[in-house]
């Protein structure tokens, strides 16, 4: 059999939908499994063991034209439509496959096997159940947890032996914690456990760990410009912990099996109930430094 999963964006999506690729391999004999998805998103899923072959999509009309014949030609025996974009709903439509999944939701005139969603507490563990009408029923799928393979030589950062990773900054404004929260977070870090700060971040966000570098009373370093995914992935995965907010870092630290304390609002489903992984949040306020650090040091020491 022959599968394409379909997650264009977003970057932590593209990586929560990754083991979907390790439970067909698993449950299904000689199954072929690609993955279509942004360029960008093709450097999280390189080097992954369960995807045969990464299927970047260019941005543009010409792009998608090309693309869907490329699909057309490579006769699927499903697509998985796991985001449900415009694009992404077109090309499962025209794409030729006898089998057209994904979940139940607005407009379902694309597909023709849907499927209900079923709260399991977590993202990846919700999205396997678009498996099941290829039969794929995994008795435990709470084993399947995204992992990263894509990691790199850090060459824009000289690491200190021991750090913890911060990254401060998400996509959206609302996730943002406070910049003066996280340099005293640094702080009180540093003099319960004596470790340094790395800050981590991506495009157009230097300014904010700037900020935050200087209003701290400990040491923290930052690369001079954004790290590639891969490397900030070896960065993550040597970190004593990391300490995110709920964005595509968190899930790459996940993914990296490094200790993970993730601020938010509120609980949101977005990461797993595990023994590595903390959410700290408030009912729809965000936590105090305070419980923020009780957090890190009963998950660290």
């Not at 099941?132 to 030589?153: A, C, H, I, Q, S």
């Not at 032996?161 to 404004?173: D, E, L, M, S, Y």
Request: aromatic share 10%; with cysteine.
């Amino acid at each position: 059999m022959k599968v394409i999963l379909i997650q264009l964006r977003q970057l932590g999506d593209v990586l929560l939908s990754s083991p979907l690729g390790k439970a067909l391999k698993e449950n299904l004999k000689n199954c072929e499994v690609h993955f279509l998805t942004s360029p960008i998103g093709s450097e999280i899923l390189k080097g992954n063991p369960y995807i045969d072959r990464i299927i970047p999509l260019k941005e543009g009309s010409l792009g998608e034209l090309r693309t869907l014949s490329l699909i057309r030609k490579e006769k699927y025996d499903a697509v998985i439509d796991v985001q449900r974009t415009g694009r992404s709903q077109r090309l499962t439509f025209f794409s030729g496959a006898p089998l057209r999944i994904a979940f139940k939701k607005g407009r379902n005139f694309f597909y023709n096997r849907l499927v209900d969603w079923e709260n399991r507490g977590y993202t990846t563990w919700e999205r396997l159940k678009l498996l099941e009408p290829l039969g794929v029923k995994p008795k435990d799928y709470t084993k399947y947890l995204p992992e990263f393979f894509n990691y790199r030589e850090v060459k824009g950062l000289k690491l200190p032996k021991n750090f913890f990773v911060v990254v401060p900054t998400a996509r959206k404004r609302e996730k943002m914690w406070p910049t003066e929260k996280f340099s005293q977070l640094i702080t009180e870090i540093y003099r319960e456990l004596k470790v340094p700060a790395v800050l981590l971040y991506g495009p157009g966000e230097k300014e904010t760990v700037k900020e935050i570098a200087r209003n701290t009373e400990a040491q923290a370093i930052y690369p001079e410009e954004p790290l590639p995914i891969g490397e900030s992935a070896t960065v993550i995965k040597n970190g004593l912990f990391f300490i995110g907010l709920n964005s595509f870092a968190s899930h790459l630290s996940v993914a990296s099996g490094t200790k993970t304390v993730v601020i938010d609002r509120k609980k949101s489903g977005w990461f797993p109930p595990v023994e590595t992984v903390r959410e700290v949040h408030g009912n729809g306020n965000f936590p105090e430094v305070n419980e923020v650090l009780k957090t890190v040091l009963s998950l660290v020491q």
